[in-house]
């Protein structure tokens, strides 16, 4: 992906949006869709900010010496002084004043751009630099630029007060080397110091990468268990929390407690690898590329050619600085002896005055300052060049870092979501078996509740039989124990006729002895069928009730002992499992004032 463009307008073109001559020749920014800046097709150029006004190209006349060529004065038949013009008047003070504060600050920024240079790639430190914002980056170029620019448009130093006991001037430097391609024995490549590897840098690299991966995978946890944290506390104060069991609230509780805890675990690695990932300040280049090595070449011959410039220019100001003092030597003699003569004589008048300097003009190597400010204006191009390519070349390791990075955050996402999905899928296996062993028991209970239904109403209908078969046999226990007590009625009424019968026979058994005493033997005689039915009538019932209150005996507690163990098997076989249908019933009940599911599995019905 491509980085989001600066909010500069891009300096090939002018503000209102008409191209300018770049420095292959064409018109418009030579890198298209590629240049970070903001083109007059972009929408974002009415709002962009103005790129840096270009330099100020000066003429010959800036590089032309302060002082020009002065005509003749015409004789004067008065006595004058000397010339006002070649005094030092404030304004020409404050000038020179100027000039050296602007020297001094040169000084100071050349030392500290050869600070800067010294921690570039390929310096003498052979420190690796850190990336450092582009923005940076452009301040630091544009800061290049116009020292340079500075440095070759600089004005002469101030010039000394003339005195007439002033020294000679020192002896002229030798002279400058021909106007051809800048010489580049001042300053040699430096070579770099041994430092790690390529294989030692990219594991540096991964290990940052991966630092960075596992800030985002923390992040990303913490960020869950927050949200599973406030989500609990919510039910915590909710008003379904106290309408919950006393178990389910302190099962709630722990929960609670542990996502707490494993929240601030899960903070305190977040902090650790975030100290970790701020103590790495160090981020090795991986590679070398071509495009690398193509750079520092450049820097190093933009180097000797500010170098060369730097010698150039000091040349020049030296020269010019010993030309001015020349000059302003003889100025001021002839002013002394001009003073000296108008006060000895003044009817004589001065001769035609001599120019200060006969030749100083011609002396000066103005071919040097033209090559100098083609060699500046060589150098702001390259440098301008230069700058971009930088900044180009800053974006694209800015944008591989980020490919990089969001592929690697994008294949630990995805082994997170394959690893996830894994879990999941097991959890689901696992849940699956579960909820089969459930329906299973479901079923297995539902079948036995079935059969339990069954066996209660074939008992409830049994009871209702054996309820009415009781009542029959109540009715004809009660009917028995009428029958029982009319025969004892009848046999208590046959016992007094047998006994009066007894005592009747014995009567007549005594008096048929005395009879039989008393007379001959008479046959006997057979009674009629009417007596002998009134004798033997109450003998046979007497027999038959006999034998039917034995039987009836027999009978009732045949009767008896078969009741109770009717009862008995019934109560043994309908009340255990009338009880654990009221325990299910129980159970159910308090499941439904509860608000949980009753595990029937723990019934053995």
């Avoid at 036995?448 to 004809?476: D, F, P």
Wanted: charged residues 30%.
């Amino acid at each position: 992906m491509r980085r989001p463009k600066y909010d500069t307008r891009c300096f090939w073109f002018e503000e209102d949006g008409r191209p300018k001559t770049n420095t292959k020749g064409k018109a418009g920014c030579y890198r298209g869709e590629q240049c970070y800046f903001v083109h007059p097709s972009d929408q974002e150029w009415t709002t962009a900010v103005p790129s840096k006004p270009p330099k100020e190209r000066r003429g010959r006349d800036w590089y032309r010496s302060p002082t020009p060529p002065r005509s003749p004065c015409p004789r004067s038949p008065r006595p004058r002084s000397p010339d006002p013009s070649y005094r030092r008047d404030s304004g020409q003070v404050e000038g020179s004043r100027e000039r050296e504060r602007q020297l001094e600050r040169r000084t100071s920024i050349d030392s500290s751009n050869a600070s800067v240079r010294r921690g570039l790639p390929g310096s003498p430190s052979g420190s690796t630099p850190s990336l450092e914002p582009r923005s940076q980056v452009r301040r630091a170029a544009d800061t290049k630029v116009s020292d340079t620019a500075s440095a070759s448009h600089m004005p002469p130093p101030p010039l000394p007060t003339p005195s007439t006991s002033a020294a000679p001037p020192s002896a002229i430097p030798p002279p400058l080397p021909s106007p051809s391609a800048p010489t580049s024995t001042t300053v040699g490549p430096v070579p770099r110091k041994p430092g790690l590897g390529i294989d030692e840098r990219q594991e540096i690299w991964r290990n940052r990468i991966k630092l960075m991966a596992d800030c985002i995978v923390a992040r990303t946890d913490h960020a869950k268990l927050q949200r599973e944290l406030s989500q609990y506390e919510a039910l915590l104060q909710s008003w379904r929390f106290s309408s919950l069991a006393d178990g389910d609230k302190d099962r709630l509780r722990a929960q609670v407690t542990e996502v707490r805890d494993r929240c601030a675990t899960k903070k305190a690695d977040l902090n650790e690898l975030i100290k970790s990932l701020i103590n790495a300040d160090y981020w090795p280049a991986p590679k070398d590329t071509p495009g690398l090595d193509k750079v520092r070449k450049e820097v190093a011959e933009l180097k000797e050619l500010c170098a060369s410039v730097q010698k150039d220019v000091m040349e020049v100001l030296a020269k010019q600085a010993q030309i001015n003092l020349a000059a302003t030597s003889a100025s001021v003699t002839v002013d002394n002896s001009s003073s000296m003569d108008v006060d000895g004589d003044n009817s004589q008048h001065k001769g035609k005055r001599r120019r200060l300097s006969e030749g100083g003009r011609d002396d000066r190597p103005t071919f040097v300052s033209r090559r100098v400010h083609e060699q500046v204006r060589w150098l702001e191009e390259r440098l301008a060049d230069l700058e971009n390519i930088l900044i180009q070349r800053d974006g694209e390791v800015l944008d591989e870092l980020d490919i990089r990075v969001e592929a690697k955050v994008e294949e630990m996402k995805q082994c997170r979501s394959e690893f996830a999905e894994s879990e999941r899928v097991k959890a689901h296996e696992a849940l699956g078996e579960n909820i089969e062993s459930l329906e299973k028991n479901l079923n297995t209970t539902g079948d036995e509740v079935g059969q339990l239904a069954e066996e209660i109403a074939t008992l409830i209908t049994e009871s209702g039989e054996l309820k009415k078969e009781n009542e029959w046999l109540r009715g004809e226990n009660e009917e028995w124990k009428r029958k029982y007590a009319e025969l004892q009625a009848t046999h208590q009424r046959a016992n007094h006729v047998i006994e009066r019968q007894t005592r009747e026979i014995d009567a007549l058994s005594a008096a048929m002895a005395n009879q039989s005493a008393r007379t001959t033997a008479i046959p006997p005689q057979i009674p009629p069928l009417d007596r002998l039915e009134q004798v033997v009538q109450e003998p046979v019932l007497q027999l038959v009730y006999e034998m039917l209150q034995s039987q009836a005996e027999e009978l009732k507690k045949s009767l008896g002992s078969n009741i109770l163990q009717q009862n008995t098997n019934i109560y043994s076989a309908i009340f255990p499992k009338l009880s654990k249908i009221l325990q299910v019933v129980e159970g159910l009940a308090k499941a439904a004032n509860g608000g949980q599911n009753l595990p029937l599995t723990d019934l053995n019905v």
